[in-house]
């Protein structure tokens, strides 16, 4: 079936840093998300994207965090700088339609550690 | 804001055996979509089935769930367990304004022979 992929699997980095994480969506997806999963923990919804903007957003989804998909490349979640509180795994989906029973397809997820 | 209870972290049972997953939920909002996904180790979550109207069975690789508007609730079962379903599952709801997903804890499956 159609495949969500997600690059790296895993990423250490130092807090404060900027870490990107990468999510190749299905290829005629045209609605895009994030969510995050503490240890633990359900899986959280930080952000829905389309069209080359923020549909909607958690309170999750800090400012210290963006998302953008220039010309067709991954969809990317980018936070800067991190903190403890974002390590997690971070699962990207994607959707053909919008709302009601649509189907959102995921990612294998990345595992994020903020030392 | 909307929440889902899966009141069951584990379930382990015998191959063979029927199984049933609770999920409840509570939402403001006159519409819920109910989901369930399955999540195999080392694999994408990924749909098993969804909700239909109130009270009506929707059906899929053995799975079956009735959404019951009364009671809030869209519990999984299955009649006869087998070895694969050993997976870790999450009940899920979107509301007719969101478009995110609103997940549950998540049920562990463990099934032996």
């Known amino acids: 079936g159609p495949k969500v992929l997600q690059i790296p699997s895993h990423q250490i980095i130092d807090m404060g840093q900027m870490v990107t994480l990468n999510c190749d969506p299905v290829?005629?997806?045209?609605?895009f998300y994030w969510y995050k999963q503490i240890l633990g923990q359900q899986m959280e919804f930080l952000v829905n994207f389309y069209n080359g903007k923020v549909m909607e957003k958690s309170k999750l989804f800090k400012d210290q965090f963006s998302v953008e998909r220039p010309d067709g490349s991954y969809f990317t979640l980018k936070i800067q700088p991190t903190a403890l509180e974002d390590s997690a795994v971070y699962f990207c989906a994607s959707s053909f339609r919008l709302g009601g029973y649509a189907e959102q397809f995921f990612g294998p997820g990345t595992r994020l550690t903020v030392l | 804001g909307d929440s889902v209870t899966q009141k069951e972290g584990l379930v382990t049972l015998t191959e063979g055996l029927p199984v049933m997953l609770n999920c409840t939920y509570q939402?403001?909002?006159?519409?819920?979509?109910l989901f369930w996904y399955v999540h195999y180790l080392n694999e994408s979550p990924r749909l098993l089935l969804k909700?239909?109207?109130?009270?009506k069975r929707t059906e899929h690789q053995g799975f079956h769930a009735t959404l019951h508007k009364s009671s809030s609730s869209f519990h999984l079962q299955k009649s006869s367990a087998q070895l694969s379903d050993s997976a870790l599952y999450y009940c899920?709801?979107?509301?007719?304004?969101?478009?995110?997903?609103?997940f549950g804890l998540g049920t562990r499956v463990s099934v032996f022979p």
């Open positions: 899920a709801l979107r509301n007719n304004y969101a478009q995110g997903l609103t």
């Open positions: 290829s005629n997806h045209l609605y």
């Open positions: 909700s239909s109207t109130d009270n």
């Open positions: 939402t403001i909002y006159s519409n819920a979509f």
